[in-house]
């Protein structure tokens, strides 16, 4: 499939095209989203900054749009499968035609009407097809449709055409594209295109050196997207990195961890002679998401679960870590064998009898009953550093002791955001204390501005966030913190309002404060949103909320 067009620009001495003069169908002042990109200097395997995650297309994208929810950067392809979605041969068709005409004449005209199709959302779903029908076309205009689509990678300023840029490029020789397509690969939305260019041109071993490049320098569904691949693999360093970093990404972790897993041979690496401390962590994380479960294959489809998770205590007790994680992954392996809603007569398939969950339990109960973990996690909880408190926090409960103070001295110090932690109890005292630091800490005038339709996404309402974490709990403390059901009630945040009004249905008419009717009164008189205010009248109605 790859001959005839690979024979295009011949061997290594072959001269580059330039550039052609092509009249370009968008403004002139738009800027070009891979010159954005190139911008950044970057060494080795360094990742683009979290700054470029915003391309120079959001304003266009998103003009008109009253919402402020933006999908990340790769998910809405990650999520709906643009890339693999069907399209008719009609549509693909008309797609071809338009391509070929403004390749064959380049005129103003011509690329606008193709610019125009590759603008829609649809036109993504027709990229394999338009693919497929121009490798059944004998007479191309290779030079032409090469030229074309390269001006369209390094120049067009909206990220759709960019992608139907990127996987054309997959049709020709990569010896002069290769790094144009690993820099525009680095950006998670443009990632699963360029792997898919690289994958259809390059040879042997460096389509996996280019993925494993990629994937080491993205985090996020492009990160996925590579692991997914190259979980494929036969080589050890590629296995290594797998178990050890590859798995981790930002979406969830429980997308990989089968993958990884799997792929790179988890129960062998871990009745290897020698695990470092790197592998054994990378165990228990992976291992964790296994039992955790959610979009990917998991622990229930795992052939190695029962002796991996084996493996993985018996290695703890000879190599006794001191990282809090894994009291993490102990604790989730407990709570998985001791589930009797687990189907249990599917897993003995893969060897999970009542014998083996018996031995696995003890096994983590020895784990847990080292005598240096307590004192390792009261010192962590003490540590300046978030990652190192977050450690500690969560691996508390494994060992008996309870965070709660912790994450309170770690508020009142300031700089931190720990509202959420501190509304986990059932102690009404705790619960006092924490509404004085918290009108210590924030400005419930300056929250409880008036009513409005803001979503509470931005920099600005981190406030009402903190509001958020404190009326999710408050419903179960009657009368109780009123003030912050106040400020709720006259939040600009529809979030903020519908949890103010959830917290007074759960303490009942009969625990809310004289000015409650009153205050719910002014409340609906000045609502804007039809649904908030439908519920107002029904909370004063004394009726269920919807």
């Known amino acids: ?41 970057l060494a080795g395997d360094q990742p683009l900054p979290a ?13 008109g749009s009253d919402t402020e929810l933006r999908w990340a950067p790769g998910a809405l392809d990650g999520v709906l499968g643009h890339h693999s979605s069907a399209a008719s041969e009609s549509d693909a068709a008309v ?38 029908r121009l490798r059944h076309i004998p007479q191309l205009p290779l030079a032409e449709l090469y030229a074309l689509v390269r001006w369209l990678a390094m120049e067009c300023p909206d990220r759709g055409p960019l992608k139907i840029a990127i996987a054309l490029l997959g049709l020709f020789r990569p010896a002069y594209e290769r790094e ?8 998670d939305e443009f990632t699963l295109y360029a792997l898919v260019s690289l994958g259809n041109t390059l040879n042997g071993g460096e389509v996996e050196d280019a993925w494993w490049s990629l994937a080491r320098r993205v985090n996020g569904w492009g990160r996925i997207h590579l692991v997914e691949r190259l979980a494929r693999t036969e080589r050890a360093d590629i296995r290594h990195w797998l178990l050890r970093e590859g798995y981790k990404n930002s979406i969830m972790d429980e997308y990989l961890a089968y993958a990884c897993a799997s792929g790179g041979d988890l129960l062998g690496s871990l009745r290897a002679d020698a695990v470092d401390p790197a592998l054994l962590l990378g165990a228990g994380e992976i291992i964790a998401a296994l039992i955790a479960g959610g979009p990917a294959q998991d622990i229930d489809d795992y052939a190695d679960g029962a002796a991996v998770l084996r493996a993985y205590l018996e290695r703890l007790l000879a190599m006794r870590p001191t990282r809090l994680e894994h009291l ?86 300031g700089g931190s955001d720990q509202w959420y932690f501190l509304m986990q109890t059932d102690d009404p005292l705790r619960v006092r204390r924490v509404i004085a630091l918290a009108l210590s800490q924030i400005d419930l005038d300056a929250i409880g501005g008036g009513a409005a339709l803001a979503n509470g996404f931005g920099e600005e309402f981190a406030p009402h966030r ?41 303490w009942t008419p009969a625990n809310w404060p004289s000015d409650a009717r009153a205050d719910l009164q002014r409340a609906y008189e000045t609502e804007p949103n039809a649904d908030v205010r439908q519920n107002l009248a029904r909370l004063l109605a004394g009726q269920a909320l919807e």
Not at 51 to 60: K, N
Not at 328 to 337: D, G, K, P, Q, R
Not at 469 to 493: D, E, H, K
């Open 1 to 41: 499939m790859k001959t005839w067009l690979t024979k295009l620009f011949g061997g290594a001495d072959s001269a580059v095209p330039q550039d052609a003069p092509f009249p370009p169908p968008w403004a002139a002042e738009r800027p070009s989203i891979y010159r954005f990109l190139a911008a950044y200097q």
């Open 51 to 63: 700054e470029a995650d915003v391309l120079p297309d959001e304003a266009v994208l998103h003009a």
């Open 328 to 413: 993490s992954a102990v604790e989730a392996i407990i709570s998985f064998v001791e589930d009797e809603e687990r189907a249990w007569d599917t897993l003995a398939a893969h060897g999970w009898d009542r014998s083996v969950r018996a031995k696995v339990a003890a096994l983590a109960g020895q784990v847990l009953a080292l005598d240096y973990w307590p004192g390792l996690v009261v010192r962590q909880l003490s540590d300046p550093d978030a990652a190192a408190f977050a450690s500690a926090s969560r691996a508390a409960s494994a060992v008996g002791i309870d965070p709660w103070e912790a994450y309170y001295e770690r508020q009142v110090r």
């Open 180 to 187: 144009l397509l690993m820099r525009l690969g680095m950006h």
């Open 466 to 506: 903190v509001l958020d974490s404190l009326l999710q709990g408050l419903g179960r403390f009657p009368a109780t913190g009123y003030v912050l059901i106040q400020a709720g009630l006259r939040s600009p945040v529809i979030r903020n309002r519908n949890l103010a009004m959830r917290a007074l249905r759960d």
């Open 95 to 132: 797609l071809q035609e338009a391509l070929l005409c403004a390749a064959r004449s380049p005129t103003r005209h011509n690329l606008q009407q193709f610019y125009r199709l590759i603008e829609t959302d649809k036109a993504l779903g027709q990229v394999d097809a338009l693919m497929a």
